[in-house]
């Protein structure tokens, strides 16, 4: 049974920094390409961060690139969003998801989600 664990989110203000941490158990994890996406109220889901299965390779969303880094230990079984410069847009629920291998940026490509972490930025 694959777990995909997000923690790390809560209240930060606006220049601020978090750092968000997603563990997953039950999947070859060094073998899974990992991304982030994040929902607010009655909006889409959006792509924010994904990096592949080595760690060799990043792609962000426009709107967060230059701000937040994701990065990944294969040791741990753990990627890692770290955000800097929130702005009160960044507020949203985060998730992280996996998939085998190849990395993608759409969510109907991701058949393992965790159960979200809540990120609001305040001013």
């Known amino acids: 049974q694959v777990q995909l664990v997000e923690s790390g989110g809560g209240l930060v203000t606006t220049g601020g920094s978090l750092r968000l941490s997603c563990t997953a158990s039950g999947l070859t994890f060094s073998t899974s390409a990992m991304c982030w996406f994040r929902q607010t109220p009655g909006k889409e889901r959006e792509f924010v961060a994904a990096?592949?299965?080595?760690?060799?390779?990043?792609n962000y969303a426009n709107s967060v690139k230059g701000r937040f880094t994701i990065t990944r230990d294969n040791t741990k079984n753990t990627v890692y969003l770290q955000m800097s410069a929130v702005k009160s847009e960044d507020t949203a629920v985060y998730y992280c998801?996996?998939?085998?291998?190849?990395?993608?940026?759409?969510?109907?490509?991701?058949?393992?989600w965790g159960q979200g972490t809540q990120v609001t930025v305040s001013s």
């Open positions: 990096i592949s299965w080595r760690g060799t390779y990043t």
């Open positions: 998801a996996a998939r085998h291998l190849t990395v993608a940026t759409t969510d109907d490509q991701f058949p393992y």
